[in-house]
């Protein structure tokens, strides 16, 4: 099955942005439905924001109107496009499936934001 590699994060200020990029070893045509995830310290990993073959994305309700997600099946890739980033935005942010079912995860990005 096709893996997926998370890249693009890093430590940044308040108020800046980031770009993240989820690329698979395949195509990720046949995956449909994509998400990016992720996990603070000590606690539950959650959904930050899916891209729908039907419908508009979805957003977790922090980050709406902050983040946009989208993905280039040409390129393999499922973007995350972060803006105005908070404190409460650090986490390890991963790529699946949406939902994920049994695929496995991988190792995810690591965004930390400072006040």
């Known amino acids: 099955q096709v893996q997926l590699v998370e890249s693009g994060g890093r430590s940044v200020q308040a108020g800046e942005s980031l770009r993240l990029s989820c690329t698979g070893d395949g195509s990720i045509y046949s995956l449909n439905d994509l998400a990016w995830y992720r996990q603070a310290p000590g606690k539950e990993r959650e959904l930050v924001a899916a891209?729908?073959?039907?419908?508009?994305?979805t957003y977790l309700d922090s980050v709406r109107g902050r983040f946009t997600i989208s993905r280039r099946d040409d390129q393999n890739t499922v973007y995350l496009q972060m803006n105005s980033l908070i404190p409460e935005d650090t986490a390890v942010y991963l790529c699946?499936?949406?939902?994920?079912?049994?695929?496995?995860w991988g190792r995810g990005t690591q965004v930390t934001v400072s006040s």
């Open positions: 891209i729908h073959r039907d419908r508009p994305p």
């Open positions: 699946n499936r949406y939902p994920p079912f049994s695929r496995p």
